[in-house]
């Protein structure tokens, strides 16, 4: 077989490559050779990367040298999930006050996953088991758990039915979004901005999490600004900051931060030797059309629906980010060709409009059409891991949660 081609400067609006199988498969012939010789480049590493590095080298040599590295992955992931169901049954709509001893575990186990996130690496290279799958499996996994830090947030700020929170959920999944994107094109994924990174700001998720266990979170989140700021700053504010309570402004504020990370990161792609060399700006740029439109999309749904079904709101938008999400570093890992506008999207801009537009759909109605939406993006998901898993794995020639024994000679 000769060179795998690259076709990540290969521009289509819609249509991709038909897959191995007949498209039966996730990803082309020429995709899973790609993977199978993909090398990871991080990008720089911030001063508590460093710093908590021997730290996370520590934990891993207490691992069982026989623990494949994607179960320390998966073990992490169970930590968000507990968490997650847990916050579920006592703030269905992410605004009811949840137990001090909730928001301690889940605080805790945002903490447990990251630490774990940062190990599974180091246990692959401790057993000899590095492999672009890993890299697969832990980003998909971030992926994933970018809902349940909303969550998290939502466990002590009780901001939920408004789109105060679904500002802050999309805002950050459009940012990892655009950090996959930022390596299709520039073969490194960024980590930092400055010194400040993705290590940076989950332990703070977490630790900020855990402190707010200890505190009377109704006094403090629920307080209006106007009784928070000094008068002498109020007076330069907007009446409309000053009535704004502080659960919600936060939530603004930290969903406003990531504005930064995204222009460093257009800024890096455009102006990237490969991007310019092909002339690839308006190609790259027109990829991010169908996830800012996921990303509009929820503002557009009327309030009661906001009000009454924002968890279904929320999963559905997540599910058909991560969707997305785990597609472009599947894509970016293999060299594909990843269209502008992915039609995967479809359902979830067909359901959102007709939710919009038909007034006579019932409450219930809808509840039952975005629970559906949820379960048909869960289901598709599931179906692109499992396919994209199997693929490598048997181009790899290796199990996925389980280390296969060398053959001997």
Known sequence: ?????????????????????????SL???????????????????????LLNPFWQYLTELLPITLAPNMVTTIGGIHCAIAYVLMWYYSPQFDNFVPDWVVFFSG??????YTLDCMDGKQARRTGTSSPLGQLFDHGFDCLNNVVYIA??????????????LFLQVMLQFGFFTAQWEEYYIHVLPHALGNFGVTEINYGIGIFTVMNSFVNRE???????????????????????????????????AGI????????????????????????????????GTPFLIGVTPFLLPESVIQNDIRYVSIATALVFCLLTVKMIC?????????????????????????????????????????????WYAYRMLNLAKRTINQICDRLDIFCFSIKAKKVE
């Open 1 to 25: 077989m000769g060179t795998p081609i690259d076709r990540t400067n290969i521009h289509s609006w819609f249509f991709e490559p038909v897959t191995s199988e007949n498209g039966r498969g």
């Open 28 to 50: 082309t012939i020429d995709g899973v050779e790609n993977i199978a010789n993909h090398k990871y480049k991080g990008g720089q590493y911030t001063f508590f990367d460093n």
């Open 108 to 113: 805790y186990c945002s903490i447990a996953y």
């Open 152 to 165: 998290l947030v939502s466990s002590f700020t009780m901001c939920g039915r408004s789109k105060s929170y």
């Open 219 to 253: 006094l403090i989140w629920k307080s209006r600004m106007e009784d928070i700021i000094p008068v002498v700053i109020g007076t330069y504010l907007p009446p409309s900051v000053g009535e704004l309570e502080f659960r919600y402004f936060s939530v603004l504020l």
């Open 257 to 288: 931060l990531f504005i930064p990370i995204l222009l460093a990161s257009f800024h890096r792609v455009l102006n990237h030797e490969n991007v310019c060399k092909n002339q690839n700006h308006f190609s790259a740029v027109s990829k991010l």
């Open 331 to 375: 894509f970016s890992m293999a060299k594909m060709t990843y269209a502008s506008f992915q039609l995967e999207a479809l359902p979830y801009f067909l359901i959102c409009l007709w939710i919009r537009l038909d007034e006579n759909i019932t409450e219930l109605g809808i509840s039952l059409i975005l629970r559906g939406l949820c379960l």
